[in-house]
């Protein structure tokens, strides 16, 4: 494992970054929103996953053991955050005509396998909504006991105003968020802000997916899922939550208040929120209608790495602007990378023991990663040190495979650059000779060879590897 060097996180609910201080010594606790499983990730989702991945290899790699979970959201989604619009899922099988067990089951699928091109680790723990139905009618019902619920047109509600720091992530006041919330198209509602934890009721008729209740036959609120589940794996207090910076004013915020509100503690330490991918019309989305899939950029003929090499060039809390031309520096400059590693291949074998110097280089590169993923910084740390010719080539590789273990981007994979042989079948025979005319001290002949090579358009030399031949130009 990496030296242990303290690791600081901008934490989204103190605004700052922090020292991170894990719960148990050695271990974190890390709890990711996965996808809905109603459609394909967009590129701009999977940056959201690229940078969970860059912080769960850069936390094991500065010696922590983490359980990451990740839930996948098959049930349960509005198209509005509020509890507006219709279900996800809902929809997708209208249009397809498949069952919403089936679409939840391909873009699953989908997912994973975009995260294995992408070199994302898989989470320890990756659990479905629909598996955990029982663990969300648990905690609500824990939140009706604490008088923190309402039922109201057969749904159940969470009332924010049964708690008195609603809102607390995104830094909004009641006040503040009232006057500007739109008018809630949910009547039932005493407050707009109050939220579904169950649904029995819903304006769209009978759901694909229900489950009993002791509030009637429905299914689940979007937020609760993800409140439910962290705590089966996590317990009720945990070390990190991660997730895109959409999930600040709403998603979060009720996951927040209503943990709180069931434990009567704090919930998460540490909240780390990934920035948007943009596009030249703003944040890419799905409901733009437009959105980018890795599929299609594999299609346009780049490598699903060349698109994690791009995300590695932003740091994770700054918007990054997606155009292909910039994806096409990141992809020039990881084939630059990985021929230089097909050199050094080529040259050397990793060094076990490598200099100071080397050494220095190491510690700035994780120095950059422990100061909350600071990727743009450790990447210039890398190329610096690829051009420093007071380290040798093994050193070189040995720093590499430490760097690529948070970098991800296969570098161990790559096979090592094959010399071209130079001369044809003939001139090795002269080669041969003259090499057996040397060891039986006939230099005269041996000359005589080495002149007709250079007639031949090659020049032969002796090396302690034994003669190469190489061409005039």
Known sequence: ????????????????????????EGKVGMYCCGPTVYNYAHIGNLRTYIFEDILHRTLEEAG???????????????????????????KRSRETGKSVWDIAAFYTDAFFADEKA???????????????????????????????????????????DTIDDYGKLAGQ???DKLSGARIAVDGNKRNPQDFVLWFTNSKFGEQAMMWDSPWGRGYPGWHIECSAMSMKYLGETFDIHCGGIDAI?????????QSEAATGHKWVNYWCHGEFLLNDKGKMSKSSGEFLTL??????????????????????????????????HAKSARERLNSMVAELKAKAKPESTISEKAESYKDSFFAALFNDLRCPEALAVM?????????????????????????GLDLDKIEAKKEEKVGGEEEWKLVEERKQAKAEKNYQRADEIRKELEERGYIVKDTPQGPILQKIV
């Open 1 to 24: 494992a990496q030296r242990r060097l303290s690791m600081k996180l901008y934490n989204t609910m103190d605004r700052k970054v922090e020292e991170f201080v894990p719960i148990e």
């Open 64 to 90: 922590y053991r983490v359980k990451h979970v990740m839930n996948i959201t098959d049930v349960g989604h509005l198209t509005g955050d509020g509890d507006d619009g219709e279900d996800k899922l809902g």
């Open 118 to 160: 992408l070199n994302i680790k898989r989470p320890n723990v990756v659990c479905k909504a629909t598996d955990h139905i029982q663990d969300m009618i648990a905690l609500i019902k824990r939140l009706e006991e604490k008088g923190h619920t309402y039922t109201a047109g057969g749904n159940v509600y969470f009332s924010i």
């Open 173 to 175: 006041k009641q006040e």
């Open 249 to 257: 004013p709403v998603h979060h915020t009720n996951e927040i208040a």
């Open 295 to 328: 599929p299609v950029l594999v299609g346009h003929g780049y490598n699903a790495l060349d698109y994690r090499y791009f995300c590695l060039g932003g740091h994770y809390r700054t918007q990054l602007k997606f155009s292909y031309e910039a994806l096409d």
């Open 383 to 407: 190329w610096k040190m690829l051009k420093d010719n007071s380290i040798t080539e093994g050193e070189k590789l040995s720093l590499l495979y430490s760097m690529d273990k948070v970098l």
